[in-house]
Structure formats: C-alpha cells, structure tokens
C-alpha cells in the first residue's frame, strides 16, 4: 500500500477484459469507476451520503484492481481497487467495490462500509469504523454459492498506525453486504518503521467441489519492525467469512524474510501458496517458494524451491533507493520517471498441474517472466529456469498474474521500463488533474 503509484491504472482495464468471457468484450472496454457522473457511486445500501456524492463526479484515481468472476452466475462480475474518491469527503483513500450484472458492460460502484464518514448502521457496524482511515490492497473470490469474499487491509498513516486486514462478505452474487470480520489486528505504532504491519493480501475461495469446498484462504505479509523477520501468514473461514482462524506463520523461519503470497486451489481443493524470500543470514539467494496443503489449509508441507532469481526491483534505478522517480519533489538522481515495481510470485492449479510463474533480472539488466510447472505442486523436474534460460515473454516485464482452468493457463505480465523524465512529464501532468496524493 506505501509508496505506490497512479501509473498502475491502465491495468484495472485489463485485467478486467482477460477475466470476462469473449461475449462480453464484443462492445470494447468498459469503464468500470464511473466517476463522471452523478449519482454513479452510491453507499452499500442503495442511498447517498456526502462520500458517494462526491466519488461520483470526483475525477480521482483508482489504482492496485482486482477482480473476480461469480461461479454461480457468471454474467455477474467484481472488481475492487484503492478508490482516492473517498479522500475528498474522508482525507484518505479507501477499498472501493465495482459490481456488474451484464458481464462486465455497465457498472455499479461504492466503497466498503466502514470509511471515517460513513454513518450508516453497517458502516458504524465495522470493525475498520474509527480505528483506521485508510483501506485499500484489493482481493476478491467468489464461492459456488454466489458468495463475494473481499480482502483488504486499513491503516492510519500517523500514530495508531493499526495496520490490519479485514475481509468483507456479500450474499445474493455480491449484491448484499453482509459485514467485515477482523482477521489480524497490526499495532498501534507512532511509524510505519516500528511495529507490525500487515500488507499484501491475498484471498482465494475453494470452488473444488470437494470436502473444502467453500473455505476462504487469506494469506498476507506481516512486517516487523521490532526484528528483521517478515513473514507470510495464513488464516482460513470455514463459516463462510463470518470469522477467520488464529494467523499462522506458513513461511518457515529457516528461510528468512519472506514477502508476497499468492495463493490458488486446484480441482482437488489442495491449496497452493507461492512466496518470495530476500537474502539474510539464513540464506544468501532471492527465492520463489511453493506450498501444499492437502487438509484444507490446517497445515502446510515443507516448501520446494521453485527458483533462485536475481531481483528486479525499481530501487535499482533510482540512484538513490527510492521505489517511485518522478518530477520534482519526486526526481531521483537517475533522471528515469516510473512507478513502483518489484519481482513476485503467482500461481495457478488445473487438471494438468501447478503453474508458477515470477518475474526475475537477467544478465543484460532487463526483467522477463519465467514459468515453471509441477504435476503435484510439489515436484519440479529438470533444472530451475536461469537467467540464461528462453523466458516467457518479451520486453521487459515485471508483478506477473496467472489463472488457469480447464487445461489452459493465461498470465498478464505487467511491462516496466524505466523512462526518462522528459517522456513522461506530460502524462504524470494529465494524471495529477485526475489524483490527488
């Protein structure tokens, strides 16, 4: 959630249209946050308030979208993104939830109860209500049942920090809220330096069919200020997100810091988790991690080693370790303009396997996406993909997504390629009329 930029907001269209079925995209893309217009946005509940009237002519971006497809009426799709509207009327952003009814055609958008003016019974209901004022870090999944399970974690940005994640839930195909329940509190620390802070989350439903079917697995980053031992964390909700399991650290402390969860459930409902751990004590490498689950995530088996890699991260090319170059007061030493970005995980599970794919640095400086593939996500054969080994893609890329189903996998790779400032001034200009920070 820190320090990330609006440059990101091309992506929402397309994740949105590689999600939808084929019919869908006959008439093009389709605006999602309509924000141009009065009376677009509206409160969960179908009335207005000053946050909704001024989110619907608001101008403001939207960034880090999400997006999930209901199973049981596929004409029905979401989306969720960090929603700065809400800042107009609240002074931060906060989750923002997108729903449609016609496959992706027209939409309907609101926020998240809970945002600091929200008075309604739902909002003032909320766990996040009062303790934080910002809310963002998207993740969605729908269960068989027309279920809409949403992630996100809420913040303050000055003392109580309160770095927490909560998920939200809404019957009737995503139509009807139905609450938020706290899954992990953060501290109330003075800075986002000292404490613990949860970030990074990641949600997915189990759809198998099976004996697990419609568990919700969140898995997130927990920083810790007080140590240098970062985790990634799991809770899991057999009751249909009415409350979550007690965290548990699935990161082995054998591999050091650990960041970046992704998570997927195969046909089978095994549940798979890729991570990334950074050079420490415990080791010297950047690796990518994956994890099995096979009793509906009550416990994991030991991680394989999915990959060394050489990071690609922003800092590199910043001069001086910013993660963000822009114009003044944002320019860095290099003189290059571009949004934050970093090498992660992702991974998808099918009849045929466990997909996992990541972004990694090779030997001429530029990023590519890599994928390997096991049988039983547990197994690789041959020898992890090198640098020196043919990529996925080309061009320089980077924060990979991937899904896959019915023997067919798909991965969006996001292109990076640090610019110099000159060439992005103009549209950094037109997006600051659009923004605020």
């Known amino acids: 959630m820190r320090g990330r930029s609006l440059v990101l907001i091309p992506v929402a269209a397309l994740a949105i249209a590689l999600a939808l079925p084929s019919s869908a995209l006959a008439g093009g893309n389709a605006r999602v946050s309509v924000d141009n217009a009065s009376g677009t946005y509206t409160r969960y509940d179908g009335n207005s308030d000053a946050t909704s009237v001024a989110c619907s002519t608001g101008l403001r ?25 809400a800042a107009i009327v609240n002074g931060d952003v906060w989750a923002g939830y997108y729903r449609s009814t016609d496959g992706g055609s027209t939409w309907h958008d609101s926020l998240v109860p ?9 909002g003032l209901a909320s766990p996040v209500h009062g ?3 910002a809310a963002g870090d998207p993740s969605q999944s729908f ?4 279920r809409l399970f949403y992630a996100f974690i809420c913040f303050n940005r000055a003392k109580p920090i309160n770095g927490g994640v909560f998920v939200s839930r809404y019957a009737d195909d ?57 985790a990634v964390l799991l809770s ?31 046909p089978d409902g095994a549940v798979y988790l890729t991570f990334i751990t950074y050079p420490s004590s415990s080791s010297p490498n950047t690796s990518i991690w994956l994890l099995k689950s096979t009793d509906g995530g009550r416990s994991f088996g030991p991680p394989s080693l999915v990959s060394n890699i050489n990071i690609f991260d922003s800092s590199q090319f910043s001069g001086n370790g910013s993660v963000d170059c822009g114009d003044v007061p944002f320019d860095c ?26 972004a990694a640095r090779e030997a001429d400086g530029q990023s590519k996406v890599f994928v390997r593939n096991s049988s039983d996500g547990v197994h690789f054969s041959g020898p992890p993909p090198s640098t020196a080994s043919p990529p996925a893609t080309s061009g320089p890329r980077t924060s990979p997504r991937t899904a896959a189903r019915s023997g067919w996998s ?28």
């Open 410 to 437: 798909s991965t969006i790779p996001v292109p990076t390629r640090p610019t110099h400032r000159a060439c992005l001034r103009a549209i950094r200009r037109a997006a600051r009329t659009r923004a605020t920070s």
């Open 236 to 266: 899991r909700s057999t009751d249909h997100g009415a409350t979550f399991s007690a965290p548990v650290r699935v990161s082995p402390v054998s591999l050091g810091t650990a960041s970046f969860a992704d998570l997927a459930v195969g």
């Open 61 to 85: 971006a939207q960034n880090e979208p999400t997006v999930a497809v209901d199973p049981h009426d596929t004409s029905v799709v979401t989306s969720g993104a960090n929603d700065y509207c």
């Open 333 to 358: 030493p290099t003189g290059l303009t571009f949004s934050r970005f970093t090498s992660n995980s992702a991974v998808a599970a099918d009849g045929s396997g466990v997909h996992v794919v990541w």
């Open 174 to 230: 995503g139509a009807t809220y139905g609450g938020t329940a706290l899954v992990k509190k953060g501290t109330p620390s003075g800075l986002f330096l000292t404490g613990l802070f949860q970030d990074k989350i990641n949600l997915v439903t189990d759809q198998s069919g099976g004996a697990h079917d419609g568990n919700v697995y969140v898995a997130w980053s927990q920083y810790n200020g007080f140590a240098k031992n970062n």
């Open 131 to 133: 303790s934080c004022a």
């Open 114 to 122: 809970g945002y600091p003016a929200d008075t309604s019974s739902a």
């Open 143 to 146: 269960d068989n049942a027309g």
